[in-house]
């Protein structure tokens, strides 16, 4: 993976500068950038990208695929940092360090400092990973990080420009700053183990750290290198394998915990060295109380303590010798506490661990508060320190996610995540799933994956990179007991939605022990357009008995009938499900799923089933035979079997109309002709196959082989049949292998030709892949470094500015400034705008002169997308066509729009009658991504539809007006003044 | 023992004995320094570890006596029963108290002895008692005028006494010159005293020099405690609050309300009070609170606990609190300062309490040492709420100790040094461990005993195979049966070996007595033939005849006329004491072998008397008052010399020989050397027995005095030197019997040949050899006992190896030792280390053929001489019925602890 995302920062990069400058109109709508950006994109990025990506493969379709993959390595242990004035915090993530905004949980840039190697390898990345950082306390807008390539980096994060390399020499584990030592850093760093203990081995731990003061100034030989060595430094003492280092508030002390115990130095006398004081199991972290002089220790049985051992005990006639400390215990974590972290006026403390709880220790009394139900072990607590407002704390989650909690209520108020793919994390399940739920919900353009809980999903939207909602199938217990026998969980097996996107059927299961029976359960989840997300609307039990379920597919939609879904299971059976209405006495009908037949083959097992295009016909493969189903009777129609294929794992319509199927079997694949009931061709391969991919609206589908390698690396041999030939069209290697496919849809990708597939996958690491010829997505925001250039001034939101957008009343200018920089870029277009976002910042014309023109732009590109939309009309629902029509007149009316009286009126009645109501659209912008009912319907309605209006646009053009004028889609609602926003609420809401 | 003979053993758990829980605990004061600052405001020496006080639910207190010497800095075994005030029947002990008769007297900086203490009990009634802690016996009470008392807390200056009663009212009572009046009583409250603390006293006004400024250079140490006038006296109430009141107008000065829940009131258990003022309170909520000493408002609040605290204790210097109740911790306040001083050098003794804003209270650690409710807490030394500027240090080298004690019946024992100490290297007084900080130090329990003076209340008749338990009023028999399977079923087993119980149904219950009282019953015994068994309280001896009948059950025929045997005997002479003379109660008793004499020891006045019981009715035989008299001591000790010259001097006629006896009035310690006065002495003899052939009878006293007397001349023989520590076993060697051997708390052995008058060359060195490991064992001998082959005929020849085997046993272990192996072998230390490895299996598994003694002597000796074995716990008992048939009486701790209410238990995890 990290290979793959070398080029991505690389290409980004010479994008995201021009993409930077964004609107300054577009912050409280993050939704809405994709629509305008996607289009536009397809443009730089075959046009100019293409040189300045050296990592990337050319894109020959023999060669290997390029493949990206959507997910960002795991969390870092390095603790969370905010900048000084709350509204940013500093995230580690490998090498790079990712600066989120808080307003709105956005990676606003990205500190990579391996940016002039672009073709670093991993072993570089694994090099140089950041272990720690700290603001400069004598310049808040600096931030000093050490990594374990010995290199002390000092950054101006605010324009993004590394300002000192400092080599210390050997890996930093941590690093220490205070106030009172200007331009010094203290540093742990790693002593290398080369001497023999004294029973003669040496001593293999290497487990050894040495802590040093360094002076962050280069020497003079070496002050114009790119790294630098510090003209000054010297060893205070030597630890243990340290894991906390840190300054007491007043800076006399300095601490560092390592193995089993805390070292104490007096900074007025640091020549003394260390006094060590004796904890009884081994320290893991370390914060300081904020005011008074006293520490908090995390150790690895759970225990927090608090040391009172700054006073007079650390003599310098006691250096040397191992003490004891009057210390306060605080038990409740079960297992090892990660983080530590004191409230600003050191009244609570809050620690984190494995539990996935926050605790939060009220300091006076050793009463405790819980947040529990976090999602995933807990890594990283850190306190927003926002000078203004409620506290917030900030927790990191090892599935990479992060979690506001309010201080006031202790309710979770925001989650800011990517995709969580890595279900070991929480559960570590030695055995991977035979199958995961990957599939692509249309409505919303959303994938599901499986998230980092076995029994919960998760729907990713790759074209804004950003995770939508999450759904928990089955209710399960999240806490981990190590010491017990591990519970399994419920798994979530299987998840196909079906063609209209109203549907999705989960299978999720549960193996058997001596003390429960097994459990199986099929779900079907209608979609709630209004709110956003899946309601479950049936639950069948054991629709195979405990058997397995193999399969399960929803029937295309058919005017005749109403919607079926089949499921073949281990227990011989063929399952129909049928939708049945029921109405009531009442106005409303209800809907559920029963049963339709039940057949069987023989005493065959299905292994697959898959629907013909038209919904027609169902073919399941039954041991060696195939058997085709009648739809609307349920009568087997015909069965086919072949000599060249023994036995049919899978089979499954392949073509544009349907005709033909594919069996594939463990070696074998032979393409029958279902009209003729005759095999047409049939290849067979060397290596195992492993699944077959395809997509309905292609001639072409995919093969996926295993190559018995005698290598360790995986690899997985894709092979791109046509229906009418034998002989691969092509052939790609894959590093990895798959524990499910997908074919990506064909508006998700801008590669060359839509014909081409894309497949989404998840692999054996837990990794999301999209895979394809010249596949591009759009970039990840803030994923270079971009200066913050207003990185002290995000205005503060009201609660008008929630509910209608930004002010009409604010000068552009104060609007300008007032932006957040990290906005999802947007919408550009013609190249001598953005030629004028090449400069630097200092070198822009002022906003004011650039509005108008890229203003007119969007007008330009509005007709044409519009007719599309309304062509391709069927499936865009109802509130998207409004939005578009609200659009283009409300953005044309922006410039000369005044606010007259009896608007104003209006919105003031509009604000009392909407000030009771849960505040919907805060989370709108603040971009929840928490499928929590009706809260954020909007956001989900709004991401969901303007995708698919997209998509169709695409698959209806042809494929040769992909030309750099390609009309671009609905202009972002974004561009539009905050008046167009609250004049599309006000009409809805009065209207 | 030349080869590992088998032994079988009766592990008896039927004996349905129930310890008593532990209700109060009590460490003697210290006296207060004198108002003149510097003097004594340090204390540069060791403190001599005090007396512990340990009251029990059944209404007996034991006085616990440090088992280390002055010059020792630890002491394994810690404190052992030196006497038992045995309380009156069905009565309760909840709170003790000690105080300092003639607080003038006492140095300030030395721990008071036990007899210028004075100590007060009550027990949930109204009336509250003292007690003649030499008699053993209640010396006075007095009521309290206000109903129950619920908690009693004499002054700093130990000269008033307050007590906090059931009608809410403080009645004071007035120690002043060894008296007990009411002196006055403060304001009634409506609601319960339930805890009292004294608040720091004040240097007096009235004095017309500074207290502090040291101007005045003449001492004048006859008033110290004139110097001191209390100020305040806290209470914490039944109605959710604690009242604080001026001692000197008897009003409310403040009241502090802690938390309670809707509808109930919390119920503050307990209260303490520092030298700064500052006020400590625990509740039945479980919090811990600390209030601020001049205003009165909350400082601190832990919920330190998740049930009731009944009881904390303050750390000699104040510096720590620990708390302790319902919920079976003890949790630990420590008084931190988060910053440094100005200087970091600056005295530590001002400003520890110096309340800066910087130093604060934090709850450091928390313990579960108790496995039931935890009901008193004491430490030593004990804290005195002094005023900052006299505020006392102590060595900072010595750990004090925390003793707690609950319904668990055990005292447990902790290091409290604190963390912040540890400059120095601070000595465990305990010995458990090397560290002696109370957060990693292994805390010991005191095994509980079951019987007085830590005798056991267990004893055997050999030949009649029974088994006699006294309990507080009654006394169970049981029988064991023969072994019917004979040597087939004697599994072989060693002594150390883990020995198969016997088979069920191999005893049965043949008697059970309730008596009528007075007070709780204290000795028993039961003659060797299974004839005659004797217990007594205090105040009356009653011997009964024991009759077999048909059944098997035994049918107990009372002695009437046994008190009117005894009393002319007991009764006042002319110069002793009136009143308590009369009593016929017996403190220790033994049957000759023979069973045909009874010796008794009077309780109160400590004669000795022989009973003849071969006649019709009891018949004394002959009254020695050695005990009663001074005889031999020179201060508190016998000295050897003095005793060989009274041992080869003339006297045949012990009544006239102990009138010429050398001998020290015990008040003029160190004075005087020789006198001929002889006066009576207030002890108690607490152990005694008789050699196999009936010959010879020895008797100790809690004064570590031990007589000898010739049974069949019944004379007077001789007084040994006596040991520093009180002797625990005493037995007469059955191989040899004049051989005495003597057991001391500290876990040293002595032997003694009473023919020959002395210490036998070889116990010498039987004494220093004995491993350390044995002396370091935490548990005391309680008993020895010894393998008699005399009816054994399977035995070859007992040769002096065997013989001279003598099993000692503590309640958790049984040790068998060589006595002579020093000679022979020279020293256990090889054996040590044996022990722990799996050598020990080896043993067992390849036995030497029988008859091949001779030649595998050496090797099985050395393995023999020594072995420790912890097996059985806690032991009652032990002891040889007959040849390699041993009875170990277990009482496990969890049938004691099933009988109780269940403890309070919180779930970890999980529901509610």
Not at chain 1, 131 to 147: D, E, F, K, V
Not at chain 1, 254 to 280: C, D
Not at chain 2, 398 to 412: E, K, Q, T, Y
């Amino acid at each position: 993976m990290p290979v793959a995302v070398d080029p991505t920062p690389a290409m980004a990069a010479s994008k995201q500068k021009h993409a930077a400058p964004s609107l300054p109109t577009d912050i409280p709508l993050p939704d809405t950038p994709k629509t305008a950006k996607k289009p536009r994109k397809k443009q730089p990025s075959q046009t100019q990208d293409a040189p300045p990506t050296p990592g990337s493969s050319k894109s020959a379709p023999s060669s290997s695929w390029t493949w990206r993959s959507l997910t960002v390595s795991s969390s870092s242990r390095v603790p969370l940092l905010f900048t000084k004035d709350g509204s940013y915090f500093f995230s580690v993530n490998g090498p790079s360090v990712k600066i989120y905004s808080v307003a709105t949980g956005r990676v606003v840039s990205t500190l990579y400092p391996l940016q002039h190697t672009p073709a670093a390898d991993i072993d570089s990345e694994a090099r140089g990973t950041i272990t720690c950082m700290a603001l400069n306390p004598h310049n808040a807008y600096q931030l000093i990080t050490g990594s374990l390539d010995g290199v002390v980096r000092v950054w101006d994060f605010v324009d993004a420009v590394l300002l000192k390399t400092l080599d210390v020499g050997k890996p930093v584990h941590h690093l220490a700053v205070h106030e009172r030592f200007r331009d010094e850093v203290f540093v742990s760093v790693a002593r290398p183990a080369k001497r023999v203990n004294s029973k003669g081995n040496p001593t293999a731990n290497g487990d050894n750290n040495s802590v040093m003061r360094v002076v962050l100034k280069a020497t003079d030989a070496t002050v114009n290198l790119p790294v630098q060595t510090p003209s000054e430094s010297h060893t205070i003492g030597k630890t243990r394998g340290s894991s906390g280092l840190a300054f007491s508030p007043s800076g006399s002390w300095l601490v560092v915990t390592a193995g089993h115990k805390a070292y104490v130095a007096s900074t007025s006398n640091l020549k003394a060295g260390f006094t060590k004081f004796v904890s009884p199991d081994k320290l893991t972290c370390l914060a300081f109380h904020p005011s008074e002089e006293y520490f908090a220790t995390g150790d690895e049985k759970g225990v927090v303590r608090l040391w009172y051992c700054l006073n007079d005990s650390v003599s310098p006639e006691s250096t040397g010798t191992e003490k004891k400390a009057t210390t306060t215990t605080l038990h409740w974590h079960a297992h090892a506490v990660s983080s530590l972290a004191f409230t600003a006026n050191g009244a609570y403390l809050l620690t984190g661990g494995e539990e996935a709880v926050l605790v939060i220790w009220q300091l006076h009394t050793g009463k405790k508060e819980f947040v529990p139900r976090l999602g995933a072990p807990i890594i990283n607590v850190a306190i927003s320190n926002a000078t203004t407002g409620e506290e917030s704390y900030l927790v990191g989650l090892a599935d990479a996610s992060f979690v506001f909690v309010r201080s006031g209520t202790l309710k979770v108020s925001r989650t800011i995540a990517r995709i969580k793919i890595d279900p070991a994390i929480s559960n570590n399940r030695p055995t991977l799933p035979s199958s995961v739920p990957l599939t692509v919900h249309s409505l919303t353009s959303t994938l599901v994956l499986p998230s980092s809980h076995p029994s919960m999903i998760q729907m990713y939207s790759p074209t804004i990179a950003d995770l939508i909602s999450e759904l928990e199938v089955s209710p399960s217990n999240k806490i981990s007991r190590r010491d017990d026998k591990q519970l399994d969980p419920p798994r979530v097996e299987r998840a196909v939605v079906s063609e209209n996107g109203k549907w999705m059927a989960t299978v999720d299961s549960r193996a058997g022990d001596e003390a429960h029976r097994g459990e199986v359960y099929l779900k079907l989840w209608s979609w709630e357009k209004k709110g956003g997300y899946w309601t479950l609307n049936t639950r069948i039990d054991r629709p195979h008995g405990l058997k397995n379920v193999t399969a399960v597919t929803f029937r295309p939609p058919s005017e005749v009938s109403s919607l079926q879904l089949a499921t073949t299971g281990a227990d011989g059976a063929i399952k129909i499900w049928r939708l049945r209405q029921v109405s009531k006495e009442g106005k409303n009908t209800e809907e559920f799923w029963v049963a339709q037949a039940t057949l069987n083959f023989r005493s065959e097992i299905p292994s697959d089933a898959s629907w013909s295009l038209d919904g027609s016909l169902l073919a399941v493969s039954l041991g060696p035979y195939i058997g085709l189903y009648d739809a609307e009777t349920n009568m087997l129609s015909s069965v086919l079997t072949s000599p060249e294929c023994p036995l049919v794992n899978s089979a499954q319509f392949v073509g544009k109309s349907s005709r033909y199927v594919a069996a594939v079997g463990p070696r074998d694949l032979v393409l029958w002709d279902v009209v003729t009931q005759s095999v047409l061709w049939h290849y067979r391969s060397f290596s195992g196959i492993t699944r077959l991919a395809s997509r309905n609206d292609s001639d072409s589908f995919l093969l996926l082989e295993k190559p018995t390698s005698l290598t360790q690396s995986p690899t997985t041999k894709v092979t791109v049949f046509n229906t009418s030939s034998s002989t691969p069209i092509a052939t790609q290697s894959l590093p990895f292998h798959f524990l499910g496919v997908t074919a990506c849809p064909p508006g998700w990708t801008q590669g060359g030709e839509t014909s081409s597939l894309a497949l989404l996958g998840v692999t054996h690491s837990w990794n999301v892949v999209l895979l394809g010829d010249n596949i591009t997505l759009p970039d990840e925001i803030g994923a270079t470094h971009i200066g913050l250039r207003d990185a002290g001034a995000a205005v503060k939101r009201t609660l008008f500015d929630d509910i209608f957008g930004a002010s009409l009343f604010v000068s552009p200018s104060v609007q300008s400034s007032a932006q957040s920089p990290n906005v999802q870029s947007s919408s550009w277009k013609g190249k001598d705008v953005e030629r004028v976002f090449d400069a630097p910042a200092y070198l822009m014309p002022p906003l004011e002169a650039l509005f108008d023109p890229l203003v007119q732009s969007f007008f330009v590109e509005r007709g044409p997308e519009k007719k599309f939309v309304k062509d391709e009309g069927e499936g865009a629902d109802d509130r998207m066509d409004e939005d578009e029509k609200d659009g283009p007149i409300l953005v044309g009316s922006k410039p000369e729009r005044m606010v007259g009286k009896d608007e104003m009126a209006g919105l003031v009645n509009l604000f009392k009658s909407y000030a009771i109501r849960p505040s919907n659209t805060t989370i709108n912008i603040n971009g929840i991504h928490k499928a929590s009912a009706q809260i954020n319907g909007v956001t989900s309605h709004s991401t969901t539809s303007t995708p698919s209006s997209k998509a169709k646009p695409k698959t209806a053009v042809p494929p040769s007006t992909s030309k750099p004028s390609v009309p671009s889609p609905v202009p972002s609602p974004a561009a539009a003044s905050p008046g167009v926003r609250a004049g599309s609420k006000r009409k809805k809401s009065l209207g | 023992m030349t080869e590992p003979k088998p032994i079988s053993v009766h592990r008896c758990r039927f004996v349905d004995f129930t310890p008593s829980p532990i209700t109060a605990l009590a460490f003697p004061p210290l006296s207060l320094p004198s108002v003149k600052g510097k003097k004594s405001a340090a204390i540069r020496k060791r403190l001599a570890f005090g007396t512990l006080a340990v009251g029990h639910a059944n209404g007996n207190i034991e006085l616990c006596e440090w088992t280390g010497l002055e010059h020792e800095q630890q002491a394994p075994q810690a404190w052992v029963v030196k006497k038992t005030l045995s309380g009156l029947y069905t009565s309760k002990v909840d709170s003790l108290a000690f105080t300092i008769r003639d607080p003038d007297l006492v140095p300030s900086d030395q721990t008071p002895a036990l007899s210028s203490l004075r100590l007060f009990s009550a027990g949930g009634g109204n009336d509250l008692a003292e007690w003649d802690i030499e008699r053993g016996v209640i010396r006075r009470t007095i009521s309290s005028q206000g109903g129950s008392i619920w908690s009693i807390a004499p002054n700093p200056a130990s000269t008033i006494l307050a007590l906090g009663c059931e009608d809410g009212s403080i009645h004071l009572l007035s120690l002043e010159l060894d008296s007990l009046t009411h002196l006055r009583r403060f304001d009634r409250v409506k609601s319960r005293i339930l805890s009292l603390a004294w608040g720091p006293p004040v240097p007096r006004e009235s004095q017309p020099k500074a207290a502090e400024t040291n101007e005045d250079s003449d001492d004048d140490d006859d008033d110290l405690a004139e110097d001191w006038s209390d100020s305040w006296l806290v209470a914490g109430c039944s109605d959710s609050c604690l009242r604080k009141w001026d001692v000197a107008s008897g009003r409310v000065l403040d009241r502090m309300a802690t938390d309670k829940n809707k509808g109930e009131r919390t119920l503050v258990w307990t209260v303490g009070a520092l030298g700064d003022g500052t006020i400590i309170s625990g509740d039945s909520l479980g919090v811990v609170k600390f209030w601020d000493p001049k205003t009165c408002t909350q400082m601190h609040s832990f919920q330190a606990h998740n049930a009731d605290v009944l009881c904390m204790t303050i750390s000699p210097e104040g510096s720590a609190i620990y708390t302790a109740g319902v919920d079976q911790k003890i949790v630990q306040f420590t008084h931190v300062r988060t910053s440094q001083p100005a200087s970091s050098q600056a005295p530590t003794k001002t400003s520890l309490l110096n309340r800066s804003s910087t130093s604060r209270w934090v709850q450091s650690f928390a313990r579960r040492m108790h496995s039931h409710d935890i009901r008193s807490i004491c430490i030593f030394p004990p804290h005195t709420p002094l005023p900052p500027s006299h505020s006392r240090t102590f060595p900072a080298d010595v750990a004090p100790i925390l003793a707690s004690g609950g319904l668990d019946m055990s005292v447990v024992l902790t290091p409290a040094a604190l963390p912040t100490n540890t400059k120095n290297k601070i000595v465990n007084p305990l010995s458990t461990s090397h560290v002696a900080t109370w957060e990693d130090a292994y805390h010991r329990k005191i095994g509980y005993s079951s019987g007085a003076y830590g005798r056991s209340g267990v004893c055997v008749a050999r030949a009649g195979r029974l088994v006699c338990c006294v309990r507080e009023a009654g006394v169970s028999v049981w029988r064991i049966k023969k072994r019917g399977g004979g040597g087939d079923g004697e599994e072989g087993m060693d002594v150390d070996e883990v020995p198969v119980p016997k088979e069920d149904g191999g005893w049965e219950r043949v008697l059970d007595m309730e008596l009528n009282v007075q007070s709780n019953l204290i000795a028993g015994a039961i003659s060797d033939d299974g004839r005659w068994l004797i217990v007594s309280d205090w105040y009356e001896t009653k011997l009964f005849r024991l009759e077999s009948l048909p059944n098997g059950q035994l049918k107990p025929k009372r002695i009437r006329n046994l008190t009117s045997v005894l009393q002319p005997h007991v009764s006042p002479s002319a110069k002793s004491h009136s009143r308590e003379s009369i009593s016929t109660g017996g403190s220790t008793f033994a049957f000759t072998p023979d069973s045909s004499k009874l010796v008794l020891a009077t309780s109160v006045s400590a004669y000795i008397l022989v009973i003849d019981l071969s006649g019709d009715a009891p018949r004394v035989l002959r009254k020695f008052d050695h005990h009663h008299l001074n005889t031999g001591l020179v201060g508190q000790r016998v000295v050897k010399g003095l005793a060989k010259l009274q041992a080869t001097g003339t006297g045949e006629d012990a009544t006239e020989k102990s009138a010429e006896t050398v001998g020290v009035d015990k008040e003029d310690e160190d004075t005087e050397s020789t006198s001929g006065d002889v006066r009576p002495v207030s002890t108690t003899v607490t152990r005694m027995a008789t050699s196999l052939d009936g010959q010879w009878l020895a008797t100790s006293d809690d004064l570590h005095r031990t007589h000898i007397f010739n049974l069949d001349s019944i004379q007077h023989h001789c007084i040994l030197p006596s040991f520093p520590h009180p002797i625990h076993a005493l037995a007469f060697l059955p191989s040899s019997p004049s051989t005495l051997i003597l057991g001391l708390a500290n876990n040293t052995v002595q032997v003694y040949d009473v023919e020959a008058r002395s210490f036998p060359a070889w116990s010498r060195h039987l004494a220093n050899a004995i491993p350390k490991r044995f002396k370091h064992l935490h548990d005391p001998i309680v008993g020895v006992t010894f393998n008699t082959n005399g009816t054994s005929s399977s035995s070859s020849s007992p040769s002096t190896d065997e013989a001279r085997t003598a099993v000692f046993w503590g309640s958790t272990w049984i040790c068998k030792i060589q006595l002579d192996a020093g000679v022979v072998y020279g020293g256990f230390e090889k054996k040590r280390r044996r022990d722990g490895s799996g050598k020990k299996r080896k043993d067992v598994a390849a036995p030497p053929p029988e008859g091949e003694d001779t030649e595998q002597q050496p090797l099985y000796q050395s393995a023999n001489n020594f072995k420790l074995i912890t097996t059985y716990r806690p032991i009652l008992f032990a002891e040889f019925i007959a040849s390699g048939e041993l009875v170990v009486v277990e009482r496990p701790l969890v049938d004691v602890l099933a009988k109780l209410p269940p403890a309070y238990f919180k779930p970890k995890y999980g529901a509610s």
